[in-house]
């Protein structure tokens, strides 16, 4: 019912074609790469253009996108290789016409050239590939938030993956989207299929439950709608920041006029449990994955991390071992007899990250430098993360620890940790739990993730 209809009118049943679905006759917003020729002309980015948030105060309504939002996919496009500064949007390929540079600049319908600057070459990589993007140390400014006392840590600690989804979905109450209380799912910010990414880029450090570094934490999940769901899967819209923990949803692909009605442009207020880093992370995947799955050979693109491919094959062998184990935990289980109870606990469920490690002296790929070396490593990138934290002695409770679980010993923790729970099994194993069944080393895989 629409602010201007009386309360008593009964609501139409006819159902009426949503008017932003109209939009589809406009042309988009689109992005070219100033570096090819126009015979090899690639596209960065298309957009299709909706109408202005806000009117302007002459009342002429404008169709875009936000000039704000353009600028961040660009710069994620090109690993942030800018870093934030000198790239603009110009009107033509040689980049003599600049796009004004304002906050609130609008993008209209048309086509734009987003140009690197002077340090860069014209004909610079992209990033064709999520498993490419490398997370930056540090968000856009109009990413980051302040967190305050509220948000205490010991609310979510220890919530173990398996009922992460429910805790959730019991945090969030209903769709954060559309307020709705049915038919909802929790929604991963983080895929659960770039786990390996995850570990490359040390992900697990914006958790809030474990230092586990595991794409299932609460701070990595918000409720949705499950067509909702669909639709941030299919890489169809994106959050973006507002301010004072608002964000906007914005509709990025072409093909879902339909849905503009219920989705684009409405204010979500994440929860405080959410990372803005997973968020931040989504956005760059849903834009990332506009890409068509084949580009022009002769497109420069980013490779991704040697790192990266070592978390995949360490996940690879991980599902070779969880297979192993499946069949050994249904012998013992086809054992047991019909009077006992054969559940088994979860704990001793295999999990994707349970892999046979190597020793700590194989800790880092530098052969004799050994654990110290990557533990020093380790550090170095501590304090590129959290300077504040890295330069504080230790107390109780540092200011800004409520930004991360991780701290500058952490892999010697998770080292530890590991040991311990291999010397005294009974820690997992419950009076139920088959002789054979095993436990995923979660905490050695992280500890070799972080010190790579």
């Known amino acids: 019912m629409s602010a201007s209809q009386p309360h008593h009118m009964a609501r139409s049943t006819e159902i009426q074609i949503p008017q932003l679905a109209l939009l589809h006759r406009l042309k988009p917003v689109t992005i070219l790469h100033p570096g090819y020729s126009p015979e090899q002309q690639f596209i960065l980015l298309s957009l299709p253009a909706y109408p202005q948030f806000t009117t302007p105060t002459d009342g002429a309504r404008l169709y875009g996108v936000a000039c704000c939002l353009v600028i961040d996919a660009c710069r994620i496009l090109t690993n942030l290789a800018a870093n ?9 390929l040689e980049g003599n016409l600049r796009v004004p540079a304002a906050d609130d600049t609008f993008l209209e319908s048309g086509e734009y050239f987003y140009h690197l600057g002077p340090m860069h070459p014209a004909q610079y990589p992209i990033v064709a590939k999520f498993n490419a993007f490398i997370f930056p140390v540090a ?3 109009h990413w980051s938030r302040h967190m305050d006392n509220q948000e205490d840590l010991d609310l979510w600690a220890n919530v173990t993956e398996s009922v992460m989804s429910d805790k959730v979905k019991s945090d969030d109450g209903c769709c954060i989207v559309t307020k709705h209380y049915n038919a909802c799912d929790n929604a991963h910010l983080v895929p659960k299929e770039q786990q390996a990414w995850f570990l490359a880029n040390a992900m697990g450090r914006y958790n809030r439950s474990r230092m586990t570094g595991s794409v299932d934490d609460v701070a990595n999940g918000i409720t949705l709608r499950s067509d909702v769901h669909r639709l941030l899967d299919l890489h169809a819209f994106v959050f973006y920041p507002i301010g004072d923990r608002k964000f906007v949803t914005y509709i990025v692909q072409r093909n879902i006029h339909d849905y503009a009605e219920l989705l684009h442009g409405r204010t979500v207020t994440v929860p405080l449990r959410v990372s803005y880093e997973f968020l931040y992370a989504r956005f760059a995947y849903n834009i990332i994955k506009l890409f068509p799955k084949t580009l022009p050979a002769y497109i420069k693109r980013f490779q991704s991390k040697e790192t990266l491919r070592q978390e995949q094959e360490a996940l ?4 070779q071992s969880k297979m192993s184990s499946t069949k ?5 289980l086809s054992s047991i007899s019909d009077d006992q109870d054969t559940t088994i606990s979860e704990a001793s469920e295999p999990d994707e990250c ?9 800790v880092t790929e530098d052969g004799d430098r050994g654990i110290a070396f990557g533990d020093d490593r380790y550090k170095t990138k501590y304090a590129l993360w959290f300077p504040r934290l890295a330069e504080l002695p230790e107390v109780d409770n540092p200011p800004e620890s409520l930004r991360t679980t991780y701290h500058p010993e952490t892999p010697k923790m998770l080292r530890l940790r590991s040991e311990y729970i291999k010397k005294h099994p009974q820690v997992w194993q419950t009076s139920t739990t088959p002789a054979e069944a095993t436990r995923p080393d979660v905490e050695s895989l992280v500890a070799r993730s972080l010190v790579r």
């Open 84 to 92: 934030n500064q000198g790239d603009y949007l110009a009107y033509d």
């Open 139 to 141: 968000l856009p400014a």
């Open 316 to 319: 690879r062998e991980s599902k």
């Open 328 to 332: 050994t935990a249904q012998s013992a």
């Open 354 to 362: 349970d892999t046979l490690l190597a020793s700590e002296s194989q």
